[in-house]
């Protein structure tokens, strides 16, 4: 018996299974009957992998479909979109009896009084407890606090440590992961309190986190222990073939010649834990078909969104099958192909469909093994193919994979949640204009360790648009709400809807100086043909810039007279890097020390 089949066309939904699933338990249709094929995806600022609340509108539209037999138009105004949406959560950290329970800084910030540390810079202990702002749902905020407490070491030796985290329900739209998922937040807690350890020791904040590096066999707060870590190696040769040294001494006379503009360097590390935080996540599947005239087609249940995940995984199959990548073609991600697909999410999707791809030509490998015997070296997989065929061999498989070695406990807080951890080091030297708070980018150096890359092209460009992306998180991006801080906003409107007044980095804003290395040399056993994920990771070295355009509103602030460490919130807007710069144009209307507050 023939039944039609109700197919969604289109969008950018990066979770398949889950936009259907929910429309066929409601409906009572057999979830094999709903089809979801979508198109190349285009994220934008409010696209994401999973959001209840479009998503429902997106499952009412299904239904509606269903209802009536016959598809109908769902078009988003982008108003709505901004509205229902929501963001990323912000991660704040309570900065402890001193000051009397108040928040610290809206990406994370922290202050010393739970930060133990030797006249040297060395670290001893720290005490932490993270706030996350969750909306009025749980939705992802759970798994974004989990690795935000995770990552809060970033790549320093703590001795003793015991990190808290709090999701927060608020009664604003319900918040979700972005890229990084609380990564990033985690991370940045950490350099906050590194540069305020450097101040206060009076040291630059380069030299404390030389001498706080963790290194190969270190055991991290939850047990897992760092294997083929280089981000020391990449340390120093980053800083020897940028010449940190001596660009400091440039940008110090820079500034000594410059009353109104002034320039800063920063040096930051990062290194980001590859896997899904939910075990069950970390399994893909896929269809490999051989034909008799050689050629190859792959279906996978990975979604493409411009970050290259096709062609990574057309290499995959060409690399196993010995055969030219022209001869392997992707057929569009769809659930009939291939079901109960994963989020395209995590960084992971390359090492898991990768893998998928993988088993199923290893398959049909040794299927062929026997004909392939009886020909000579060389010959085209299009005569063994038809050969097989002839003898009735199935030149059709089905792969699986699941990531191996993943485990971790919640209970005891212990294990080994990651498969490995892609990491890098990045310098950034920014020039901010003290009347304005405008700021450049004049130059940027990464050097990344991804393994042996799949692709080296599609993981720089990977590298260079997570960077900027972080650069807009880390410095002009924030959502401004209606309550008793902003009492110019209509109490709980969004008033930053669309980029109208939601700034988003544009091509002024990529660094003048734009420098990607990769780690040679430096396979990784753990991924797919010895490469590593990038999507996510490199995202965190744009703290680099937010800490130097730091470095330079403290050259401002010292020609003042204002010496010391400083609040500096992020996102480091030019609002706030303008009154921190405080000079005489500022001080009628606040003091050095003004901290405008975040929407929370």
Not at 377 to 395: W, Y
Not at 482 to 509: M, S
Not at 566 to 589: G, K, Q, V, W, Y
Request: aromatic letters at 8%.
């Amino acid at each position: 018996m023939w039944e039609t089949v109700p197919r969604v066309k289109g969008g950018t939904n990066q979770y398949l299974s889950q936009e259907l699933c929910p429309v066929a338990q409601r409906e009572a249709v057999d979830s094999w009957k709903m089809k979801s094929q979508p198109k190349h995806g285009i994220p934008g600022p409010k696209s994401k992998s999973t959001r209840w609340s479009a998503t429902a509108v997106d499952q009412m539209h299904i239904s509606g479909s269903l209802q009536v037999s016959r598809r109908l138009p769902c078009k988003w105004d982008t108003r709505e979109s901004w509205d229902c949406a929501a963001s990323r959560p912000l991660i704040f950290r309570s900065s402890g009896p001193s000051t009397q329970g108040d928040w610290e800084a809206g990406q994370g910030e922290a202050t010393l009084d739970r930060v133990g540390f030797t006249k040297e810079g060395k670290l001893l202990a720290l005490d932490l407890e993270l706030y996350c702002n969750g909306g009025n749902s749980m939705d992802l905020s759970r798994g974004v606090m989990e690795r935000a407490v995770l990552h809060s070491d970033n790549v320093y030796v703590i001795p003793n440590i015991s990190v808290k985290g709090n999701v927060c329900v608020t009664n604003q739209p319900s918040n979700t992961a972005f890229r990084g998922f609380g990564g990033p937040q985690g991370m940045l807690v950490a350099e906050m309190w590194m540069d305020h350890i450097a101040a206060t020791l009076g040291k630059p904040t380069e030299e404390i986190r030389a001498l706080n590096l963790q290194s190969e066999g270190y055991e991290l707060h939850y047990g897992q222990k760092l294997t083929r870590f280089h981000v020391p190696k990449m340390w120093n040769e980053l800083k020897d073939t940028r010449g940190l040294d001596a660009a400091q001494r440039e940008v110090d006379e820079y500034n000594s010649k410059n009353k109104w503009r002034k320039r800063g360097l920063a040096m930051v590390p990062t290194k980001y834990g590859i896997s899904f935080g939910v075990k069950f996540l970390n399994q893909a599947g896929a269809l490999v078909h051989i034909y008799t005239d050689g050629t190859v087609l792959v279906t996978h249940g990975g979604v493409e969104m411009g970050q290259g995940l096709h062609t990574k995984v057309a290499q995959v199959a060409a690399t196993c099958l010995g055969v030219p990548l022209s001869s392997v073609f992707i057929s569009e991600t769809s659930t009939d192909k291939v079901p109960n697909a994963s989020p395209t999410a995590a960084s992971a999707s390359s090492d898991l469909y990768g893998g998928a791809v993988m088993d199923a030509c290893q398959q049909l490998n040794a299927r062929m093994q026997p004909v392939k015997n009886r020909f000579p070296p060389g010959t085209s997989l299009g005569v063994i193919a038809d050969a097989c065929h002839k003898e009735r061999i199935d030149l059709s498989a089905h792969g699986f994979y699941v990531t191996p070695g993943i485990d971790f406990d919640w209970s005891v807080g212990r294990g080994s949640p990651y498969a490995y951890f892609t990491s890098g080091v990045a310098i950034a030297e920014v020039e901010i204009d003290a009347l304005t708070g405008d700021f450049h980018v004049i130059r940027v150096d990464i050097f990344m360790d991804i393994g042996k890359p799949l692709n080296p092209a599609i993981d720089i460009g990977q590298i260079e648009g997570a960077f900027v992306q972080g650069m807009g998180w880390a410095t002009i991006e924030e959502l401004k709400w209606g309550d008793i801080e902003h009492p110019w906003i209509r109490p709980g409107h969004l008033f930053t809807q669309g980029p109208g007044a939601y700034k988003i980095p544009t091509v002024n804003d990529i660094p003048i100086d734009f420098r990607v290395t990769l780690l040679k040399e430096a396979p990784n056993p753990r991924g797919i043909l010895s490469s590593k994920a990038v999507g996510e990771p490199p995202l965190f070295l744009s703290a680099s810039v937010f800490f130097a355009v730091k470095d330079a509103i403290a050259a401002a602030r010292r020609e003042r007279g204002l010496k010391g460490w400083f609040a500096l919130d992020s996102p480091a807007t030019p609002e706030r890097i303008r009154m921190a710069c405080a000079d005489e144009f500022t001080a009628p209307f606040a003091g050095p020390d003004l901290r405008p507050k975040i929407s929370v």
